[in-house]
């Protein structure tokens, strides 16, 4: 296996096997382009939002899986393994990309999967994704996962803000950002109570910003998380205690506290990014460095949602399968002249 990936050329390397990755596989193979897809190690895994992913509600027909993310992507892997196209798909699983070079029009991936290999393609699409920031309570991390395993605790406004309905709710955050979403819920959903729980310091908020919280009775806590109140075996969330030995009612808390971009391998490359570190592309997920597309979350100006990271990755397959195709039509033409 090693030798094969070794010595393949590849038309397109996937790194990353979330939403975007897996849809850009099956696009490719569909196009019948030769596809090598690395899903990450362990770690990448881990700490993917495509691991978090639990019920998705806002994609109709998924409300079924428990993973929203990992339970339909098995099921393409395991169509595309019996399907008429599966010589298409070289799939590593558990393996991470650790380098990824250009030299002349090929790319080269370092791998690392237990042994390291190297691997080529002529084209990369990079969906390698983002994390959202966790609130460190209690000196980790951990404190808020049983909530978040049961959806107690959420992180993603367009996904899942609705839970807010009817439910004593906080926004865990310090900058305006966490502020609008505070807005934005009361305004879609009133809850009876909404507060903004920051991580002790004092937020600045524009005028406008402050008028607003004013208005809607938003009350702003700034004393500082220092633990959770509830039952964990059961994910249900009770409040947010702080170290004055009081408690903050809560039955539904919003993490907005920003996001951690995997942009590690665009940057070593040399693509461009915001000012946030999301990767900008042209139109079709193309960066600044020929060749290299990126998809899903890690492409500038997008929602950060499943259907987005499926459309950016079918526009970045077909852009390449049209480069692919006027390579070899160039080719044959060629060899018309040539006779
Ligand atoms: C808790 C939560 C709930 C959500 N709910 C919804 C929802 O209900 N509806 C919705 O539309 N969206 C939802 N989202 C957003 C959705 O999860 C993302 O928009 C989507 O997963 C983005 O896809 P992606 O492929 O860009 O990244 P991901 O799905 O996160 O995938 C990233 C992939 O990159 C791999 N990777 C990372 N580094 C490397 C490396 N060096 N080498 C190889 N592979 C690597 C990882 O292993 C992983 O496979 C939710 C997000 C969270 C956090």
Redesign the pocket.
């Known amino acids: 296996m090693e030798n094969k990936i070794h010595n393949n050329l590849y038309d397109i390397a996937i790194?990353?096997?979330?939403?975007?990755?897996?849809?850009a596989a099956l696009r490719g193979v569909l196009n019948n382009d030769n596809i090598l897809l690395?899903?990450?190690?362990a770690k990448?895994?881990k700490?993917?939002?495509?691991?978090?992913?639990?019920?998705?509600?806002?994609?109709p027909g998924?409300m079924s899986y428990e993973r929203?993310?990992l339970d339909p992507n098995q099921e393409t892997l395991d169509y595309i393994k019996n399907s008429p196209f599966k010589e298409n798909l070289t799939h590593l699983k558990n393996?991470?990309?650790?380098d990824l070079k250009k030299a002349d029009d090929t790319f080269l991936l370092t791998l690392d999967g237990g042994s390291s290999t190297t691997a080529r393609a002529r084209f990369v699409i990079l969906?390698?994704?983002?994390?959202?920031i966790q609130p460190e309570i209690e000196g980790t991390i951990k404190t808020i996962f049983p909530y978040?395993n049961v959806?107690a605790v959420?992180?993603?406004v367009?996904?899942?803000g609705h839970h807010a309905l009817g439910k004593e709710t906080v926004v865990i955050g310090s900058d305006e950002s966490a502020a609008w979403v505070a807005i934005m819920l009361h305004e879609r959903y009133a809850p009876p109570h909404l507060a903004i729980l920051t991580d002790g310091k004092k937020p600045h908020y524009s005028d406008k910003v402050a008028q607003l919280l004013e208005l809607y009775r938003i009350e702003v806590n700034t004393k500082g998380i220092d633990g959770v109140r509830g039952n964990k075996k059961e994910g249900k969330l009770e409040g947010f205690t702080f170290c004055d030995g009081t408690i903050h009612p809560t039955d539904f808390a919003f993490v907005g506290l920003g996001m951690m971009v995997?942009n590690?391998?665009a940057t070593k490359i040399g693509t461009q990014t915001d000012e946030r570190g999301f990767v900008t592309t042209g139109p079709k997920g193309e960066t600044s460095v020929q060749g290299l597309y990126v998809?899903?979350?890690?492409?500038a100006n997008t929602?950060?949602?499943?259907?987005?990271?499926w459309d950016t990755?079918v526009d970045a397959a077909d852009d390449i399968n049209s480069k692919l195709r006027q390579i070899k039509r160039s080719q044959k033409l060629e060899q018309v002249v040539s006779y």
């Open positions: 790194i990353g096997a979330g939403a975007a990755g897996v849809m690395i899903e990450g190690g990448d895994k700490k993917s939002r495509a691991q978090w992913v639990r019920k998705v509600e806002n994609i998924f929203g993310v393996t991470s990309v650790t969906a390698t994704g983002v994390m959202d978040a959806q959420d992180y993603c367009r996904c899942d995997y590690d391998l998809a899903g979350d890690l492409r929602k950060k949602q499943i259907y987005t990271a990755a």
